[in-house]
């Protein structure tokens, strides 16, 4: 089991910056790939970023990509995600995420990762 905390989400105007972090506690998170979704009303949860548990290959949504910047620390059992240039449109509930056996193109897929944080919420003003 890992048990998952998100934490330094806020409210910031547009083109500002946020870092958030997830906290990971139980089983050996140092062998896990970690992810971060978003969820805005009304839409479906959505691949944000990915960082994998070998040798720390990151993935990014389009969308993101340039802007935010996954990292990971095993020795503290954390995950950020750094948010620069923020736009209104990432306004989301943002979760953290991790599987022991995700891999590859997988790694975008919500529905392949079992650990769940209970989310923080992001809103960018305009």
């Known amino acids: 089991q890992v048990q998952l905390g998100e934490s330094g989400g806020g409210l910031v105007q547009a083109g500002g910056s946020l870092r958030l972090s997830c906290a990971a506690s139980g089983r050996a998170f140092s062998g896990a790939s970690a992810g971060w979704f978003r969820q805005a009303p009304g839409k479906e949860r959505e691949f944000v970023a990915a960082?994998?548990?070998?040798?720390?290959?990151?993935y990014y949504a389009d969308s993101v990509k340039g802007r935010f910047t996954i990292s990971r620390d095993n020795a503290k059992n954390t995950v950020t995600l750094q948010m620069n240039s923020l736009k209104p449109e990432d306004t989301a509930v943002y979760y953290c995420a991790a599987s022991f056996v995700v891999r590859g193109t997988h790694l975008s897929n919500p529905n392949e990762y079992i650990y769940w944080g209970q989310g923080t919420q992001v809103t960018v003003s305009s």
């Open positions: 960082i994998t548990h070998s040798i720390g290959s990151t």
